[in-house]
């Protein structure tokens, strides 16, 4: 018979002090060589947020590490710009030996998955789930690097638009540039309904990614609306550029999809009519 010892799995963290109020985790799979964590502090009335993966094994076995952290700050007090605009957060992250995948991203669109490259709302609660939605969008590979900032941004007084945009750049070359826009828009912002409850006029919903690739001489453009109503009509649809500038150069733009009998270039996605659903009945607009 013999007695084995485990190894620590996780270390948890917590700080309730004067300046600093939050914390955070890490997780310990040694065996597979994986680090994950997410850490959510209050400093000085500042709201920091970080979370971040390490592997000290490359996808083919080989020696080798990939490191990704992606971090955000919130300022209790929005920054004030020009046009009734304000800057609610800003963020940022980084990427070493990891590269884009730009399908997942892609499919990502319309759900709440991107949230975890951009201004996760809940770091260290839903952290399971944000650090699989990194892994999956940013897989590791060797040589290559991503890194970008991200801003946070509202309109009106109060906020009736908040715009979260990052811009990801990988290099070496090839070089790829990835814009991401998340927005919503909630105009007016309340309009009570009865004593207790309230809804918007316009409720907007739409999620944009951007991708240009330098080495293939390509751009994509995909743009999602998604739970949105104007009054009680509910809209949603979807809208898709390409173009190419290569050897075989393409253009191809799309709201809502082609007709029936157009033959769209190779690899153009499968759209999602733009519909406008009245009342609570079957009757629907597609356009």
């Known amino acids: ?24 985790f890490l997780s310990i799979d040694s065996a597979n060589g994986r680090y994950f964590g997410a850490i959510q502090l209050e400093v000085f009335k500042l709201g920091i947020s970080a979370r971040g993966i390490l592997e000290t094994k490359m996808p083919d076995g080989k020696p080798g590490y990939s490191l990704l952290v992606a971090i955000n700050v919130k300022f209790s007090t929005p920054i004030q710009l020009s046009m009734n605009f304000t800057l609610l957060e800003v963020g940022g ?65 109060p906020t009736l638009l908040t715009a979260e945009i990052g811009v990801i750049i990988e290099v070496p070359n090839p070089v790829r540039i990835a814009l991401i826009g998340l927005i919503d828009a909630y105009m007016p912002r309340k309009i009570e309904v009865s004593k207790d409850k309230y809804t918007a006029l316009v409720e907007l919903h739409l999620d944009v990614l951007g991708v240009l690739d330098l080495g293939e001489r390509t751009l994509a453009i995909d743009a999602k609306l998604y739970d949105s109503k104007i009054a009680e009509m509910k809209v949603s649809g979807d809208m898709a550029l390409r173009m190419s500038w290569g050897d075989a150069p393409d253009f191809a733009l799309s709201v809502g999809g082609f007709h029936p009998a157009f033959r769209p270039p190779a690899g153009f996605p499968d759209l999602k009519r733009f519909t406008m659903a009245m009342g609570t009945s079957k009757a629907r607009v597609d356009l």
């Open 93 to 157: 992250i980084i990427g070493v030996n990891r590269t884009m995948n730009v399908p997942a991203l892609q499919g990502a669109l319309g759900t709440d998955a991107l949230n975890a490259v951009m201004f996760a709302p809940k770091p260290v609660e839903d952290a399971p789930k944000i650090i699989a939605a990194m892994a999956e969008f940013f897989p590791a590979a060797e040589g290559r690097y991503i890194f970008g900032p991200m801003f946070k941004i509202g309109w009106g007084n």
């Open 1 to 24: 018979a013999s007695i084995k010892f485990s190894g620590h799995t996780g270390i948890c963290i917590t700080v309730n002090a004067e300046a600093v109020k939050g914390g955070g």
